[in-house]
């Protein structure tokens, strides 16, 4: 009996230290076992369906004659044409070369007659219907020739017009959009031709060679615009115009003059 006593106890030794080693390597119910934390849900974009506002170019300063009522056409010797305008405290001036700005300068001599502007090496002097242009040591004498008085009539959403003759059209640039509304002249029907066209600007530069160039597709007809700051006048009336225009319409060139309105 002691034998089987002492077996027993052996066997009961082992069943407890097998018992024992698997509880060392038992997984603590404490301890985690690859935890996969979501981030947090980010709130999605709101969905916005409404069409881009698109918006009108600001032109060029030098396209129109700012606050002036008036543009003034100047012959000159040395033969030159200018075309000038006065708003307050300075005058704007265009010659075939460009535009030019120049403040007026302070009378210093109350004895002298007429009004002299300058900037840089340009001065213009004027009294009355005579004045003198000056460019370094290079003079020339002019006298006006003829006055246009600005109209705004041409629409209320018109921020630019332009026209030309033979064949007669005009084109006026949207105030709000950027839009261009195009006639050209009667065709054998006795009507006019009239369509407006979205336009992309390709260039737009300000100063003395203030340029802007448009293009527009409306998959019927093909525009191009090009305008620059420069003394022009039309074929037609002879009329002053600060900027010289240049529409190409389905292969067509049309050339004529235009200014800005606003």
Partial sequence: MKAAWLLGTAVATLILLGLAGCAEHA?????PQHVFILPPQLPLPE????????VAPTLPHAFGPGEA?????????????LIAAFPAGRVKLWSKLGYYELPELPQVDTAEAGTKYQKDDISFWNQDSEALIGNGSRQGQCQIDAERTLSRNSGDN???HALGSAPAWTLTLANDTPQAAITLGQDS???LNEFELPYDVELNRDG???????TGNNRVHDMRVEIAAGACFDRTSGEPYPTRVTLMLDGQRYEGCGEALN
């Fill in 27 to 31: 997984v603590s119910p404490q301890t």
């Fill in 47 to 54: 969905d916005n369906n409404e069409p881009e506002t698109l």
């Fill in 69 to 81: 009522a008036t543009l003034v056409t100047w012959r000159c010797t040395p033969a030159q044409d």
């Fill in 158 to 160: 018109a921020r630019f």
């Fill in 189 to 191: 029907n006795d009507s």
């Fill in 208 to 214: 003395h060679e203030a340029r802007f160039i448009a």
